[in-house]
């Protein structure tokens, strides 16, 4: 009697504990597709139009009997996989919390808090930056003193930095007529920014421990690339064998130029904009770390602006070549040698 395979479509999230315990039930049986791929089968079998559990249950079953599908993420995989993604959010969160934290800070402190290129940039992560915050807060945007810059920024604060921060804020126009109810607002959003901070150390401490555990972990031999750009991408790419070659990795990130072609005309668009989101932003972090630390790819970035292409074009063409070195690194698990680059370029 020949194995069971089961068919299963992928649903966000929803879909995972499932497969997870039939991978666990009956290991390598399991198939999973996705939902272009049953809308795919379903015009295929001339039902696209219609709708239906029934008709998407016979589309999975027409994809399996042809051996289509990927197969489960391994356990450590999927693990890296729920970080990776919790990760993002907390992320996503502490962005417009840093801007509001900016905002409510120049409301206690008009002009305290110049945004780049005007003047000294306060960045809120930095010791400097929770003094003035825990100052703002405490004191209701009133002016500071050296020492109680100092004394809320841990001992981490040395007397010029502190004197300079004093002095700016003397500078400063006078806080609102409702600065104590703001000061109020503040000290909350403050207590929220750390413990945003808090969660993003705490899933690092976890990711490095599963990147490690992962042939994921070679791509930290990336100059610009550290545990966090690596395991965003290995994440969404592991295992690295179901891309028979780079090509079909950096097509699968979306990031491919769209094509159309038909008797003599050929045209090719922008990026295809296939798959998700987070795995092209997963390849154009690497790219972006690699042009400003890789002396190959430094190089290579000069020469795309010397040749007119300028910021995010410049990007995705580097997201190409970083593709083809991932996809050969994660495939050979052999580190990364800009020695080797550079003698092969001559």
């Not at 800070?105 to 825990?134: I, V």
């Not at 699968?252 to 008797?263: C, D, M």
């Not at 092209?280 to 430094?298: E, N, S, T, V, Y």
């Amino acid at each position: 009697m020949a194995p069971a395979t089961f068919a299963i479509e992928a649903t966000g999230a929803l879909h995972r504990a499932w497969a997870a315990e039939l991978e666990r039930r009956r290991p390598g049986s399991l198939r999973v597709f996705a939902p272009s791929e049953t809308i795919a089968a379903r015009a295929q079998l001339g039902t696209r139009r219609f709708k239906t559990d029934d008709r998407d249950c016979a589309a999975l079953v027409w994809l399996a009997r042809q051996g289509a599908g990927r197969f489960a993420l391994a356990s450590g995989v999927e693990a890296m996989l729920a970080a990776v993604s919790h990760r993002r959010q907390l992320v996503l969160a502490l962005k417009p919390l840093r801007q509001r934290l900016h905002d409510q800070l120049n409301a206690l402190a008009p002009g305290l808090s110049a945004p780049k290129g005007h003047g000294r940039r306060l960045a809120l992560e930095t010791p400097t930056g929770h003094a003035e915050l825990a100052c703002a807060a405490a004191f209701a945007g009133r002016a500071p003193s050296t020492r109680s810059l100092k004394a809320r920024a841990g001992g981490r604060l040395n007397d010029a930095t502190a004197a300079f921060w004093a002095a700016r804020r003397q500078d400063c126009l006078a806080p609102r007529a409702d600065a104590e109810v703001r000061a109020a607002r503040l000290a909350r959003d403050i207590e929220r920014f750390h413990a945003l901070r808090d969660d993003i150390a705490f899933v690092d401490s976890q990711l490095e421990q599963l990147l490690a555990d992962s042939a994921g972990q070679v791509l930290t031999t990336l100059p610009g690339v550290a545990m966090a750009r690596a395991a965003a991408f290995a994440a969404h790419r592991l295992p690295i064998e179901r891309f028979v070659t780079p090509e079909r990795l950096y097509s699968a990130t979306g990031l491919a130029p769209a094509s159309y072609e038909s008797a003599s005309i050929r045209r090719r668009g922008g990026i295809a904009r296939t798959g998700l989101p987070e795995h092209r932003d997963a390849l154009m972090a690497i790219a972006w770390g690699m042009g400003q630390h890789a002396p190959a790819f430094q190089r290579r970035l000069a020469e795309l602006n010397a040749s007119g292409k300028t910021g995010i074009e410049a990007r995705v063409a580097l997201a190409r070549h970083a593709c083809r070195l991932c996809w050969r690194l994660l495939l050979t698990q052999q580190p990364y040698d800009d020695r080797a680059r550079r003698d092969r370029g001559r």
